[in-house]
């Protein structure tokens, strides 16, 4: 459950291979390249560049359950606008023996400045489906609320950078939180 929990938070990064676009199926996710993304804004390139080798570090909570909001890591390898509102999160699942890249399909809306990421029903394979969030970005730091099924909360922390490996490889997410 806590995987589970803590996966559906990234989204983003909650967080993550994805069946689809919950609304009007897109063009594959690993078909997307910098050729075939669209151009972006003033505000787009600072989200995306927000968002570039970033480690979401912070906490969620469940609602109606007692007790203290519990650690949340995710990194983000990078985020790519696709069309209109549609966006590719390339997230990192690092569990266990596992540690994959996957592109995770969200929506990207505008309050002002401030870009929200958007998954309604989202299925995501080996983990489950039904994950619905909202998750909010500004400054350094990210909020929003998180849904699996019948289960959700809020989510909350800090965008860190993460430190890049000596090979030049995936960077490593950056271990200096101080929760």
């Not at 007692?66 to 390898?77: C, F, L, Q």
């Not at 569990?95 to 958007?118: C, E, L, N, R």
């Not at 039904?130 to 289960?151: E, I, N």
Request: glycine share 10%.
């Amino acid at each position: 459950m806590r995987l589970q929990t803590g996966i559906l938070s990234l989204v983003l990064t909650g967080v993550l291979c994805a069946a689809g676009w919950a609304e009007d199926q897109p063009a594959n996710p690993e078909q997307v390249t910098p050729s075939t993304a669209e151009q972006l804004n003033e505000q787009e390139q600072a989200f995306q560049e927000l968002l570039q080798n970033a480690v979401l570090v912070g906490t969620f909570s469940v609602d109606g359950r007692n007790g203290s909001p519990k650690p949340e890591r995710y990194t983000i390898n990078g985020v790519t606008k696709v069309q209109g509102d549609r966006w590719i999160v390339q997230a990192r699942i690092t569990y266990g023996d596992t540690d994959i890249p996957v592109p995770v399909p969200v929506k990207v809306h505008w309050a002002g400045d401030t870009p929200m990421i958007s998954v309604t029903n989202l299925s995501i394979p080996l983990v489950g489906s039904q994950f619905t969030s909202r998750v909010l970005f500004y400054g350094d730091r990210y909020a929003g609320t998180w849904q699996h099924g019948k289960v959700g909360g809020h989510m909350w922390g800090r965008i860190e950078k993460a430190k890049e490996t000596p090979s030049g490889n995936a960077p490593e997410p950056n271990e200096s939180s101080d929760q």
